[in-house]
């Protein structure tokens, strides 16, 4: 074979290849599926973390509220409606102090942490709180938890006919072993005063 006819042949070789189309480059940046998107924003959560913020009072009675009334509401008035139920009163009647104390709680402690769970979605520049994704997770324990409230009046309840019994027993006789009225009634009123803390920490800690 000639110079010239290899000189040609080889020509076209790479005349050929440069026609060829070039392969599709593959986008490395392809957007991830709709539904997998939603899972990895709507994790579950553990158990443990649902029941930790389930074991709280304050925090059931804001998961209350937000379910009742939908879309956003506001820090000022969620401490008010908070703060009623508490107290066990109405929102009209309840003092400056009574809200503040609800509010400072709510915004330091509770709502942070629900917002890091994504139960609520808490605006701390400007007071607003609506449910998260996660919050649907906890509905279904919500009214299981609430009847496992502890039942504070049997508590006080019990002091107090244990203290008026121990009164009555110093009276027939039982304070010449120690147990006089004044006994009794110190016994009586750290019991009440112990049970009140407790359900003053189960209210607002957790």
Avoid at 130 to 149: I, R
Wanted: charged share 25%; proline share 4%.
């Amino acid at each position: 074979m000639s110079s010239t006819s290899q000189r040609t042949s080889e020509s076209d070789l790479l005349s050929e290849e440069a026609d060829e189309p070039e392969p599709e480059a593959v986008d490395e940046t392809e957007s991830v599926p709709e539904e997998a998107a939603d899972s990895e924003e709507v994790a579950d959560l553990p158990l443990d973390h649902v029941f930790e913020i389930l074991k709280n009072e304050r925090r059931r009675t804001v998961l209350h509220y937000l379910q009742e009334h939908g879309g956003t509401v506001s820090l000022g008035e969620l401490a008010e409606h908070v703060a009623a139920v508490e107290n066990g009163t109405t929102v009209a009647q309840v003092t400056s102090n009574e809200r503040k104390c609800v509010y400072v709680g709510l915004y330091q402690c509770h709502l942070p942490k629900m917002d890091d769970m994504d139960i609520v979605e808490f605006n701390q520049n400007r007071g607003r709180i609506s449910l998260g994704p996660n919050a649907v997770q906890l509905y279904e324990y919500l009214e299981e938890s609430d009847g496992a409230d502890r039942p504070w009046p049997l508590y006080y309840g019990s002091l107090t006919g244990a203290g008026v019994l121990g009164l009555a027993a110093s009276q027939l006789g039982a304070a010449a072993v120690g147990l006089t009225p004044t006994v009794v009634a110190t016994v009586a009123l750290v019991g009440i005063a112990g049970v009140a803390a407790a359900q003053t920490l189960d209210r607002r800690d957790g």
